[in-house]
């Protein structure tokens, strides 16, 4: 059995998975503390994860109906993330598997969201392309077999698709996570009734939101903060479905270059409807885990772990994390 941890961002996370690959439990604390700041504040996500740790690996523990003596090997996220977070989970995953001397496995968070897959389908046919789109990554990359040497074959030039709509919200007056409140407007709003940019000029499997995010501000500009409010459903429509439909042409550019036609995606981006929506209407099969797998979770780092080596001894006890901006081994 497998213990897995997840502290890359603003949620402490913990899992167990059986020698099956079944996942037995996956606890999930989110902070929020953040929220009056409109974003998440990596000291105080750092502090909230020290709080927290203890309580969700044991409630994780036990909810999975297994003590520490039944855990065979601990799993954690290495990075990328922030620095913070990320050194509370490897902490502390280093001093369970030292204490117990339990192997001890490291993962590349954006490894765990296309691992993420399995666990939506564990027969996924071999090779498929995976879009991964959340608050910190976008990208997408062709798995050729299950472990860790997948190929990226494009991924963000600037902002990622969850920081797209969190910055769009604000910009819109919504609270945070903006994500799910500008999905929520956009319920009632009129997803033609603005041209957004799909970032069109971009070459390639590259994305880039950016541009995006600038023409919703020159438009509540010129619309004025009256206007701006009464017609806020509309925009936020329009915007996610200008979103949704740069994710879902890279898709189609992918399959495309490489002539694969089994897709999967995951991430949090990938629990909004109309991104969901999009990607069905390419026609294609594809893989979507259930929400809980999408956002960020220690069940898919625990699935990630299965097609990894242990470290040695030494290696654990030396084991760097590599925080957001830097090179994270594959």
Known sequence: MILAIETSCDDTCAAVLDDQRRVL?????????????????????????LELIDAVISTALKSAGVGLDQ????????????SGALLV???????????????????NHLHGHVAASYLANPDLPHPFLCLVASGGHTLIALVESEGPNWTQLGATLDDAAG???DKGARLLGLDYPGGPA???????????AFDFPT????DGLDFSFAGLKTSLLYKTRELGEKETLERASDLAASYQAAIARQLSERIVRAVDETGCTQ???????????TVREAIAEIGLPVSIPAMEY?????????????????????????LEIFPTGRTVPQ
């Open 294 to 318: 999408c956002t960020d979770n220690a069940a898919m780092i625990g699935r990630a772990a299965f097609s990894l080596n242990d470290l040695s001894p030494e290696q654990a006890l030396s």
């Open 71 to 82: 855990i065979s090997s601990v799993a954690v996220t290495q990075g990328p993330g922030l």
């Open 163 to 165: 920081e797209a709509f």
């Open 263 to 273: 897709l999967a995606i995951g991430g949090g981006v990938a629990a909004n409807g």
């Open 89 to 107: 989970g490897v902490s502390a995953a280093k001093g369970i598997a030292a204490a117990r001397g339990l192997p001890l496995r490291a993962v």
């Open 199 to 202: 970032a069109r000029g971009v």
């Open 182 to 192: 500008l999905e929520r407007l956009a319920r009632s709003g009129d997803s033609a």
């Open 25 to 49: 439990s996956n606890i999930v604390s989110s902070q929020t503390a953040h929220a009056e700041f409109g974003g998440v504040v990596p000291e105080i996500a750092a502090r909230h994860h």
